[in-house]
Structure formats: C-alpha cells, structure tokens
C-alpha cells in the first residue's frame, strides 16, 4: 500500500513538473516574441533598440523630445512637488 502511494505521488509530481517546464517555456517564448516585435518597431521608426535607449525614451516627460518636435507646442512647464511635512520639534 506505502509502494503504491508513493507511485502515486511521484506520477503527480511528474506532471506538475512537466506543466510548469511547459509555462515556462511558453513564457519564454512570449517574452522573445515581444522583444522581437519591440525590435522590429525600433528599427522601423529609426531608433537604436537598447535598454538604455529604452528607458531614457520612458523617462523623459511626455511633451519633451521628438514628440515635442512634431506637434512644435512647448513642453509643459515643471512644477515644484514636495511630500514633506516640515514640523518643529521642541
């Protein structure tokens, strides 16, 4: 009966092993087609495809660079935000 349980897990453990190799490689396989398509998007819009490149062009505001060029408006003016609570301690 201990032989047959112990069959029985090893088999279930199997398969759980065997599904979760199969999302993972699903999951791979979605992220190379992503970073394809991002790519081949760069390269037709003329822009070097990097992470540097990438995350400069999604840090910089929304009205400042080639799209501030194109629609010629100013970019929009920076404000000053503070979050800090200035209290006096006596």
């Not at 199997?14 to 398509?37: N, P, R």
């Not at 540097?52 to 010629?72: C, E, L, M, N, V």
Request: zero cysteines; glycine letters at 6%.
């Amino acid at each position: 009966m201990n032989t047959i349980n112990q069959i029985i897990r090893g088999a279930l453990f199997l398969i759980l092993a065997f599904f979760g190799m199969a999302m993972a490689v699903i999951f791979m396989v979605s992220t190379a087609i992503a970073v394809a398509v991002l790519y081949v998007v760069a390269r037709i819009q003329g822009r070097p495809f990097g992470i540097q490149a990438y995350w400069a062009d999604r840090r910089r505001p929304a009205g400042y660079g080639k799209r501030a060029q194109d629609t010629k408006t100013p970019p929009p003016k920076s404000q000053d935000v503070s979050d800090i609570e200035m209290r006096e301690i006596p």
